[in-house]
Structure formats: C-alpha cells, structure tokens
C-alpha cells in the first residue's frame, strides 16, 4: 500500500478511539465551562476525555502535573465512558454545560469530530501553536476557513495489541502472520479456554475500530484512495469487494472462535482484564493501550503491536494517523485559563510526558524516533514502507457512517444482520 497521499490525512513517515487507549475509572461529566471564572487570582478550568476502565488516564496524570507547576490552576477532570462521549459530549455542549477543555477527534466522521462540532459554533479557534502540530496534507481535518479547532496529541497505530508472553505461555511462538495460521492459534487456544482476541462486542468504538484495523488490509492496502472514489461516487460501500471481505473476516473470526465467549456482550472491561489476567492475546485497540494495560499486568507480558494478517495474495496495512485532538469550547469563560493549558500540552516536556503514559506516538517527534526497540517493533517497516492509511471514518462526511459500521459489526456478532445489510446501512448514512 502506498502512502495516502490525496486523501486530506496525513502524509508521514509512520486510529477512536476514543481514547480507548486511555483506559480508567468510567466516571460522569458534569462540570460547566461557567466554573473556569478565576476566583482571588486562581485560574480554573474543567476538561473532559474519554475514559474506558479503571486505570487512571493520562490526560487526568498530566492535569495533576500542570497543577503542581502552576500552583494557582486548579482543573477539575470530568473522565466520561468512551462508549458514549461523543453523544455525551455533545449533547452538553448543546445544553450549555459542557467542559472548557474536551477531548475531540480530527475530521467529520465521529460524534466527537471537530469538523461538525466547530460548525454548529461550539468550538474555538485556536491559535499558531495549534496550527503548527497539523500534520502537512491533512488541514481539511482540522479546519475550517483557515481556523483551526483541534490540537493535535499524537501519532496512533490503529492494529491488534497484543501479550507475546501470553502467547509463548501458551505454547505458540509467535503471533500469527497468514490467515491460516491465525485460525490455527484460535482454535488451540479455543481448547484451551482462552481466546486470541478479545472484543468489547457491546461498545460501538471497540467494533468500529475492529473494522477498520482489518480495513486496512482488505480495503486500503490495494486501493488506497478508496475514499475519495466513495466521496465522488465512483464507488459505494456495497459494491466494495475489499469492505464485503472485511466484514466476512469479522465473521468469519467469530466462527473460528477467536473472539473469547460472549463477545457480543462484552464491555472494555473484557479488554483491560482479558489481556492483563492472560485469558486473551490480543485485542483491537489503539496502540497506546500497549502501555496502558501494561501497568495491569504481569511483568512476563511483553505487549507489543502487531499487524492483522493480510488475506492470501494480499497486501499488508495498518492504521495510523493522528486520532486525538483537545478543543475548548467556545462558550467557556476561562478561555485563557485553558488556552495556557494547550500551550503547555504542546511543549515538548508535556509531549513527551505524553508519550511514556500513553504510549502514543507524540505529534511533535515520531518521525525522528527510533522505534526498532518499542512496542512498535512489529510495524516499523509497515511504517517505514508506507504501508498504512489514515482512520477511515476521520474522513467520512458524518458520524452516522461510522454508527452504521458499529452497529452493524455488533448485528453480525449477534446474527441480526448481513453483511449486505451493514453496507446498505453505511452508504444509505454516508448520502449522495
């Protein structure tokens, strides 16, 4: 696959989330912009993220630390479940009582999308240090009329992370490379009451996500500008042999039992204890999750993240692209409270704070790291080659597409829908 270099993604040299791979405490948002009004010289702020289990986040660990260097900041963290932020969030921008600072995503193709939220008048702009992080070729994503709405944090591989010391404790060696090899480690691992992959079947990001990792071989990997025929009409989702195999691979993983018992059902949970007690190998989540769940888990566990196989004859791919953003929102009344915030969370100290507490890639220094020795070791040279497209639905047209793909891969896990259905559903929601 060669690099996508006419889709408005990134042009780089290496996925939502949500931030599923800032895995804590599922908590509430209830804070209101009103309550960054400064108060005897103190400067406040509230600022809401994704969470999805009981580790604390590492947006929560960097606010502790902008308060220890700022003594007169204090922020309150609303943490928000990742299966609904966007929906949440949005509904209490619309509301009047969302955050001062929220966690969003690039493009227009998630209830969080900066695109959308920024054209309804709920966001900010924001200003050079912001605009500076976009990556080159993919401004459209985070702009409108020249305005920026969403800093960029990160660098995401979007693939399977996956426990080698699981695996090798269960007598494989390696994790699996071709197709047949993969349904060969599921159906040992079957037998022996664990499970390759583990799936949070219940929540829309997780089999979204699912989707378009495997996307990323059965669709992209030969056709990487599948998306701007999708957008000019040349083609449907329908039509699209590589979107029909991708979604025969999800179930033809459930009928080969790779996927642990009632996965249909499972919450991220399922993810965050599968991979940490060793009852599954690997899940799809974002890259950063490696060092998440990691802090969980046996020392013996060796993450690392690996590519899904491709199909036979077919080519290699993965997602990677800039996957979370911070906004602030335009009707908080501690705008330059929050603003100092972003400055800070773009330096290079705050970046690669980042970095060691959430694994992803930081947006102002992955190209010059050397990854040979990380968690990335099993994509460098899918990166290095170009091999990898940016996350689909940051480029479709409206979060109804992405919706139609959770809620049909969570149809196929339960039998309720075809596979034709799902991809009736995506073009009827992507429009003409």
Same mark, same amino acid.
């Given at each position: 696959?060669?690099?996508?270099?006419?889709?408005?993604?990134?042009?780089?040299?290496?996925?939502?989330?949500?931030?599923?791979? !800032?895995?804590?405490? *599922?908590?509430?948002? =209830?804070?209101?912009?009103?309550?960054?009004?400064?108060?005897?010289?103190?400067?406040?702020?509230?600022? @809401?993220?994704?969470?999805?289990?009981?580790?604390?986040?590492?947006?929560?660990?960097?606010?502790?630390?902008? /308060?220890?260097?700022?003594?007169?900041?204090?922020?309150?963290?609303?943490?928000?479940?990742?299966?609904?932020?966007?929906?949440?969030?949005?509904?209490?921008?619309?509301?009047?009582?969302?955050?001062?600072?929220?966690?969003?995503?690039?493009?227009?193709?998630?209830?969080? =999308?900066?695109?959308?939220?920024?054209?309804?008048?709920?966001?900010?702009?924001?200003?050079?240090?912001?605009?500076?992080?976009?990556?080159?070729?993919?401004?459209?994503?985070?702009?409108?009329?020249? #305005?920026?709405?969403?800093?960029?944090?990160?660098?995401?591989?979007?693939?399977?992370?996956?426990?080698?010391?699981?695996?090798?404790?269960?007598?494989?060696?390696?994790?699996?490379?071709?197709?047949?090899?993969?349904? !060969?480690?599921?159906?040992? +691992?079957?037998?022996?009451?664990?499970?390759?992959?583990?799936?949070?079947?219940? *929540?829309?990001?997780? @089999?979204?996500?699912?989707?378009?990792?495997?996307?990323?071989?059965?669709?992209?990997?030969?056709?990487?500008?599948?998306?701007?025929?999708?957008?000019?009409?040349?083609?449907?989702?329908?039509?699209?042999?590589?979107? #029909?195999?991708? +979604?025969?691979?999800?179930?033809?993983?459930?009928?080969?039992?790779?996927?642990?018992?009632?996965?249909?059902?499972?919450?991220?949970?399922?993810?965050?204890?599968?991979?940490?007690?060793?009852?599954?190998?690997?899940?799809?989540?974002?890259?950063? !999750?490696?060092? $998440?769940?990691?802090?969980?888990?046996?020392? $013996?566990?060796?993450?690392?993240?690996?590519?899904?196989?491709?199909?036979?004859?077919?080519?290699?791919?993965?997602?990677?692209?800039?996957?979370?953003?911070?906004?602030?929102?335009?009707?908080? #009344?501690?705008?330059?409270?929050?603003?100092?915030?972003?400055?800070? /969370?773009?330096?290079?100290?705050?970046?690669?704070?980042?970095? $060691?507490?959430?694994?992803?890639?930081?947006?102002?220094?992955?190209?010059? /790291?050397?990854?040979?020795?990380?968690?990335?070791?099993?994509?460098?040279?899918?990166? #290095?080659?170009?091999?990898?497209?940016?996350?689909?639905?940051?480029?479709?047209?409206?979060?109804?597409?992405?919706? !139609?793909?959770?809620?049909?891969?969570?149809?196929?896990?339960?039998?309720?829908? @075809?596979?034709?259905?799902?991809?009736?559903? /995506?073009?009827?929601?992507?429009?003409?």
């Amino acid at each position: 696959m060669t690099q996508h270099r006419r889709t408005p993604a990134l042009r780089i040299g290496a996925i939502a989330v949500a931030t599923a791979s !800032a895995l804590i405490l *599922a908590g509430c948002s =209830g804070s209101s912009a009103g309550e960054g009004q400064s108060d005897g010289g103190s400067q406040s702020f509230s600022f @809401t993220f994704a969470t999805s289990n009981n580790l604390e986040s590492p947006y929560e660990t960097l606010a502790k630390e902008y /308060m220890e260097a700022n003594p007169d900041v204090k922020i309150t963290t609303n943490p928000t479940p990742n299966d609904k932020y966007g929906e949440t969030v949005r509904t209490q921008l619309q509301a009047g009582n969302a955050s001062d600072v929220i966690q969003t995503t690039p493009g227009s193709g998630d209830a969080r =999308g900066i695109i959308p939220l920024a054209e309804a008048g709920f966001l900010e702009p924001l200003g050079d240090t912001a605009a500076g992080l976009v990556p080159e070729g993919s401004e459209s994503i985070f702009e409108i009329d020249g #305005k920026v709405y969403g800093q960029p944090l990160d660098f995401t591989i979007g693939s399977i992370v996956a426990s080698l010391g699981t695996l090798k404790m269960n007598g494989i060696d390696e994790f699996p490379t071709t197709e047949d090899d993969l349904y !060969a480690a599921c159906k040992d +691992l079957a037998s022996q009451g664990k499970s390759l992959l583990v799936l949070a079947g219940a *929540a829309g990001p997780n @089999t979204g996500l699912t989707a378009q990792a495997i996307a990323a071989t059965r669709v992209y990997a030969d056709d990487p500008d599948w998306n701007e025929k999708r957008a000019s009409g040349e083609t449907t989702f329908a039509e699209s042999d590589g979107w #029909k195999d991708t +979604l025969q691979t999800i179930v033809d993983l459930t009928k080969g039992g790779c996927f642990q018992p009632g996965a249909e059902g499972g919450g991220f949970d399922a993810i965050t204890n599968g991979l940490a007690q060793g009852t599954s190998v690997g899940a799809f989540i974002p890259s950063g !999750a490696a060092i $998440e769940i990691a802090k969980a888990a046996p020392a $013996e566990a060796d993450f690392k993240v690996e590519p899904f196989p491709a199909a036979d004859g077919g080519k290699p791919g993965i997602i990677a692209s800039s996957n979370y953003t911070l906004s602030i929102n335009a009707a908080s #009344k501690a705008k330059g409270a929050a603003a100092d915030f972003l400055e800070w /969370m773009a330096s290079d100290e705050a970046q690669q704070r980042y970095h $060691e507490l959430s694994g992803e890639l930081p947006i102002s220094a992955y190209k010059d /790291m050397d990854l040979s020795d990380t968690i990335y070791a099993p994509v460098v040279d899918l990166l #290095k080659d170009g091999s990898y497209a940016p996350l689909p639905n940051n480029i479709w047209p409206n979060p109804s597409v992405y919706e !139609a793909l959770q809620v049909g891969v969570q149809g196929l896990l339960t039998g309720q829908k @075809t596979i034709d259905q799902v991809l009736g559903d /995506m073009d009827a929601a992507y429009g003409d």
